[in-house]
């Protein structure tokens, strides 16, 4: 399966407040995975993959997110998405802003 979803600027990031509000307005696979990534989702439902051009491949995973950028790799769950915020103070406190 190759599903790829809407660049991100398509989706109107003028209001989108957390992963699980991106999650509910993209398009998704028949298992409910949207995201921006080459997927292959194996016995997986309800993932966020945001990896572009790149292949994902799940197996058996179940409301994750997976953002992917040059320089760090987000893996969480989606009932955890609100506490992004504090691992973006903790790399604030580890004087890590560049990864933001």
Partial sequence: MGWVGPPADDIGWND???WNTVWELLPRD???NPGRAELLAVA???NYVDAEGKLVALLGMENLIVVD???ALLVGG??????VAGLVKRLE???QEQLL
């Fill in 78 to 83: 989606r009932a955890c998405a609100q506490q």
């Fill in 16 to 18: 989108v407040g957390s």
């Fill in 30 to 32: 028949a298992a409910g």
């Fill in 69 to 71: 950028t040059p320089d």
């Fill in 44 to 46: 997986s439902r309800g």
């Fill in 93 to 95: 406190q580890r004087k």
